[in-house]
């Protein structure tokens, strides 16, 4: 079965520094994709980057960036010169083809950024 | 675009009561997908269509939940008899599918309900 884990349930970075949020995942379906969506207390939900399975580099999307480490089924996301704005839920999510369409999200992190 | 579109964005009513949740997905998507947030159980899929025909609806909790998509542009989550544990915010996105793996969902602003 499809599992994400995101090991920090909250996090606390200063602003303008740079914060790693950790995701962890378990497929045994070699094509699948992998995503982040931001929360922020407004309740919406969203999209922030995508990276492939067989995608040769890292997903970059402006601050954010995916470190991809495919032997160790990680995809933690990195936003650097974090900003007040970046304070939200961060949910990781993963598509193989064994589900079809059905996204499987983590827990979630939730992330302050201080002043 | 305007993004895929939710109403109501807040729904109160009372147990019992029929509740219907109202989405529009971002034209030209051939996906749409319904979810339900909790604090207990997260982010849970109930059910998604493409082009309009439901095609897995696995996470539809019970009878008392009923989903339509009557054409591209506009789909209902239906809960008839509403209870007080079916209080959540619930999520409609929408997609194209570029790839069986790239398949991005874009989501609404959500409505939240709470049944009383």
Redesign the interface.
Known sequence: AQKITQTQPGMFVQEKEAVTLDCTYDTSDP???L?W?KQPS??????LI?Q??YDQQNATEGRYSLNFQKARKSANLVISASQLGDSAMY?CAM???NY????V?G??TRLSVLP | DAGVIQSPRHEVTEMGQEVTLRCKPISGHD?L?WYRQTMMR??E?LI?F?NNVP??DSGMPEDRFSAKMPNASFSTLKIQPSEPRDSA?Y?C?S?L?L????????????T?LSVL
């Not at chain 1, 407004?42 to 999209?47: N, P």
């Not at chain 1, 079809?100 to 996204?103: A, E, K």
Request: proline share 2%.
């Open positions: 094509s699948y994709g995503f969506y407004s309740g919406e939900m969203i999209f995508y492939g399975s949910f598509r193989d083809n079809g369409q059905n996204f999200f827990p979630g | 996906y997908f997260g982010l899929l998604y493409n095609i897995d915010v999520f996105a997609s599918a790839s069986k793996a790239k398949n991005i969902q874009y989501f609404g602003a959500g939240r």
